[in-house]
């Protein structure tokens, strides 16, 4: 018998933005909320894939200004964070990792 699927792991990431939403009284626009749900999704993305979110969030918007006239947006695959090229000062260590 197949257990069902859950989200489990979903929520437990939610509960932290569900819990700091009173106090973001800040967020009162369409706009303000598109943008705290595109950071929300950008750090936990990063969380998600072993990254520093402090160090990724800061090679990111610093990579992003550079690109600001591009009329070709494949330079954001680079910017994810999954590449192999992505700065190794992004990633977490793996004390667990041989060297």
Same mark, same amino acid.
């Given at each position: 018998? %197949? ?7 979903? #929520?437990?990431?939610?509960? /932290?933005?569900?819990? /700091? %939403?009173?106090? +973001?009284?800040?967020?009162?626009? $369409?706009? @303000?909320? %598109?943008?705290?749900?595109?950071? =929300?999704?950008?750090? *936990? !993305?990063? &969380?998600?894939? @072993?990254?520093? $979110? =402090?160090?990724?969030? *800061?090679?990111?918007? !610093? #990579?992003?200004? %550079?690109? *600001? @006239? ?11 964070? +999954?590449?192999?090229?992505?700065? #190794? ?5 793996? &004390?667990? *990792?041989?060297?």
């Amino acid at each position: 018998m %197949k257990s069902p699927l859950d989200n489990n792991a979903t #929520e437990c990431t939610l509960r /932290g933005f569900c819990i /700091g %939403k009173h106090n +973001w009284r800040l967020i009162d626009t $369409v706009r @303000g909320a %598109k943008s705290s749900a595109i950071i =929300y999704s950008i750090t *936990e !993305t990063a &969380k998600a894939n @072993g990254l520093k $979110v =402090y160090d990724y969030v *800061e090679h990111f918007l !610093t #990579e992003i200004p %550079k690109h *600001e @006239g591009d009329t070709d947006f494949s330079f954001l695959d680079d910017l994810l964070p +999954w590449p192999p090229n992505l700065p #190794e000062h992004c990633r977490k260590s793996n &004390k667990y *990792e041989v060297k």
